[in-house]
């Protein structure tokens, strides 16, 4: 079957630094996705990865080892607006995307 | 980027009703849409994938009598949840696909609606 596994909650501290992991088992491989979701609203794009390595973005970075079937997301300079629930979802040979459950984010001043 | 709209925003139904869901790519031509549900403390759900100008993909499970889906134009997908029933109460969202050139097609998201049926 196909899998998908991200912690279900972290706390991290305003300024800080927070690595949010995906592990993944899918059929086949088409990329990674990382998406942000507050409370009540629809995941918001964070970051497509498709090859090996980091991909930096601002206070976001991603990184993939396909491999290892292992991604992870960095967020840097944690800002209170960061809390909210981080999807990884993977693009299966079929191109449809499978969906982790999300991992919340909480963060404390 | 590219926009995605939805509507209505929130929806509230008495059992036995349909209610109709559209869903709107404002500045791209979509021919593929995706519909999700989400329950409470859980990842999306894919329910269906829409082709425009054919029949809905439905997934295993999501009955394809009771959510009607419908891609007739390349910018606009309805989902109509026919006799609604306090467990249908969820919050629905729906993607587009961009193609991009030369990669994967990326999905973007509409803002959902959330449906309560009493």
């Known amino acids: 079957g196909q899998n998908i596994d991200q912690p279900t909650e972290m706390t991290a501290t305003e300024g800080a630094i927070v690595q949010i992991n995906c592990t993944y088992q899918?059929?086949?491989?088409?990329?990674l996705f990382w998406y942000q979701q507050h409370a009540g609203e629809a995941p918001t794009f964070l970051s497509y990865?498709?090859l090996d390595g980091l991909e930096e973005k601002g206070r976001f970075s991603s990184f993939l080892s396909r491999s290892k079937g292992y991604s992870y997301l960095l967020l840097k300079e944690l800002q209170m607006k960061d809390s909210a629930s981080y999807l990884c979802?993977?693009?299966?040979?079929?191109?449809?995307?499978?969906w982790g459950a999300g991992t919340k984010l909480i963060i404390k001043p | 980027g590219a926009v995605v709209s939805q509507h209505p925003s929130r929806v509230i139904c008495k059992s036995g009703t349909s209610v109709k869901i559209e869903c709107r790519s404002l500045d791209f031509q979509a021919t593929t849409m995706f519909w999700y549900r989400q329950f409470p403390k859980q990842s999306l759900m894919l329910m269906a994938t829409s082709n425009e100008g054919s029949k809905a993909t439905y997934e295993q499970g999501v009955e394809k009598d009771k959510f009607l889906i419908n891609h007739a134009s390349l910018t606009l997908s309805t989902l109509t949840v026919t006799s609604a029933h306090p467990e249908d109460s969820s919050f629905y969202i729906c993607?587009?696909?961009?193609?991009?050139?030369?990669?994967?097609?990326?999905?973007?998201f509409g803002p959902g609606t959330r449906l309560t049926v009493l």
């Open positions: 993607s587009a696909k961009l193609p991009l050139a030369g990669e994967v097609d990326e999905q973007f």
């Open positions: 979802a993977v693009l299966d040979s079929n191109y449809q995307l499978i």
């Open positions: 899918t059929s086949g491989f088409n990329g």
């Open positions: 990865n498709v």
